[in-house]
């Protein structure tokens, strides 16, 4: 079956515009995950969102950052007034139950260079 | 806070050689700990997990036990093959409500033929 998709697969933009990165979950999975994976930091997960509604946003970094989720779907993460530290690979993942008891499947990622 | 730290890499081996990826942990209570596997120009996936004290965890030929005296998790794989050739993560899920991964930084390992 349709695994985790993001779109777009790359994001070039200027330093100061907004940016939107998608993220399609597997159909029937109700936990949804941001992280971002960069050269400085490794790994960091960002939010967490079950059904709609986002229990854990303490990895956004700063108040630029914001994600969205709608009809226990699709996602969107927004990033305003882009800086060139958030260059970096930004990966959704989704799982049938949250935590311990779901595993975790990713996507591909979206790799945005702000310039 | 949870932290994960594994074993800095790059590492790079002959094929046939053993291997052995260190990972060691920090969680409040009894978290759950897993592998995830980078292959080149893919995405990340899991390669293993143990979610509880003296379970191992297996896939591919590689293992991993989880030493809940130690607070380790190492990767360990008899004989490696060059398709091996991937960046490794150490991580964990709280069992405490907190239900993100937390990722050690990666090993990257090279298999040479």
């Known amino acids: 079956g349709a695994g985790v998709s993001q779109s777009p697969s790359n994001k070039v933009t200027e330093k100061g515009k907004d940016v939107e990165l998608r993220c399609d979950p597997i159909s029937g999975h109700t936990a949804l995950y941001w992280y971002r994976q960069s050269l400085g930091q490794g790994l960091e997960f960002l939010i967490y969102f079950q059904g709609n509604s986002a229990p854990d946003k303490s990895g956004l970094p700063s108040d630029r950052f914001s994600a969205e989720r709608t009809g226990g779907s699709v996602s969107t993460l927004t990033i305003q007034r882009t800086q060139q530290e958030d260059s970096a690979v930004y990966l959704c993942?989704?799982?049938?139950?949250?935590?311990?008891?779901?595993?975790?499947?990713f996507g591909p990622g979206t790799r945005l260079t702000v310039t | 806070g949870d932290s994960v730290t594994q074993m800095e890499g790059p590492v790079t081996l002959s094929e046939e050689a053993c291997l052995t990826i260190?990972?060691?942990?920090?969680?409040?209570?009894?978290?759950?700990l897993f592998w995830y596997v980078q292959y080149p120009g893919e995405g990340l996936q899991l390669l293993l997990k143990?979610?509880?004290?003296?379970d191992k965890g297996s896939n591919k030929g590689f293992e991993a036990t989880y030493r809940k005296e130690t607070t380790s998790f190492h990767l360990e794989k008899g004989s490696v093959q060059v398709s091996d050739s991937a960046v490794y993560f150490c991580?964990?899920?709280?069992?405490?409500?907190?239900?993100?991964?937390?990722f050690g930084t990666g090993t990257r390992l090279t298999i040479i033929p």
């Open positions: 991580a964990l899920i709280s069992n405490f409500g907190n239900e993100k991964l937390t």
């Open positions: 260190n990972c060691t942990y920090t969680a409040t209570g009894y978290p759950s």
């Open positions: 993942a989704s799982s049938r139950a949250a935590g311990v008891a779901g595993e975790q499947y």
């Open positions: 143990a979610t509880k004290a003296d």
